[in-house]
């Protein structure tokens, strides 16, 4: 599609229109791209901002850089400040700071998982447990079971004694739920404390949890 055609279709009542227009767009280069990205970062569509957000993941300039900063702050879709969050994540070492901040200050499920996704473990193991044990701290229940899953990625990091830790402590929670993820990843460890845990767990009252503990010896 010629530049001209993208333009007029970027401002067309169709929304499917616009989406096209923006997938089009990957065909350019970040110069021509950005500017106009940036005339539909405030699209009444959710999707058709996501699909903003994706491509400044893409075509990356510091002006891109700097949308998906307004973005990630400013958006009132979740699933926008999630694509959002993947796309700062392309960015590399830069982008660290304002995805841990996010973390913080977005409770948001999706936004939460999108961060966990994006933070490479072998590269910033103590960032990526700060996030965890931030994760289990709120009230989301999917948040939790998500950040006890992703603590068995610290398994072979430097971070392997602390994440076994948090386990264990989680190992004791009132939610059932909790206790089964925490036996799941328990199996990641290779640590005398993770298997007595286990064993405990495995004389669990709920049969979820038992069933969890069985799991890896099948």
């Known amino acids: 599609m010629e530049l001209h055609q993208i333009e007029t279709n970027l401002n067309s009542p169709n929304p499917q ?7 089009e767009l990957r065909h350019y280069e970040p110069g021509l791209v950005v500017p106009l990205l940036k005339g539909r970062m405030y699209d009444q569509e959710f999707l058709i901002r996501s699909f903003v957000a994706m491509g400044l993941g893409y075509k990356q300039t510091e002006e891109a850089f700097g949308l998906l900063l307004d973005l990630i702050e400013h958006d009132k879709d979740y699933n926008v400040r999630a694509e959002a969050a993947n796309s700062l994540a ?16 977005d409770s948001n499920w999706l936004v939460r998982q999108s961060i966990l996704a994006a933070i490479e473990v072998t590269e910033h193991p103590e960032i990526f447990l700060k996030l965890c044990i931030s994760g289990l701290k709120g009230n989301d229940i999917t948040v939790q079971e998500s950040a006890i899953a992703n603590l068995g990625q610290l398994a072979k990091t430097p971070q392997a004694s602390s994440a076994l830790e948090v386990l264990l402590e989680a190992a004791n929670s009132s ?27 495995r004389q669990d009252s709920d049969y979820r949890v038992v069933g969890a503990t069985l799991e890896g010896l099948l």
């Not at 982008?95 to 913080?104: D, E, G, K, R």
């Open 175 to 201: 939610i059932d739920a909790i206790r089964a993820q925490v036996a799941i990843t328990l199996r990641h460890f290779d640590d005398p404390r993770a298997q007595n845990a286990l064993m405990k767990l």
């Open 17 to 23: 229109n616009r989406m096209k227009a923006i997938t």
């Open 90 to 105: 392309k960015y590399g070492e830069r982008a660290i700071p304002h995805l841990v901040y996010l973390f913080q200050q």
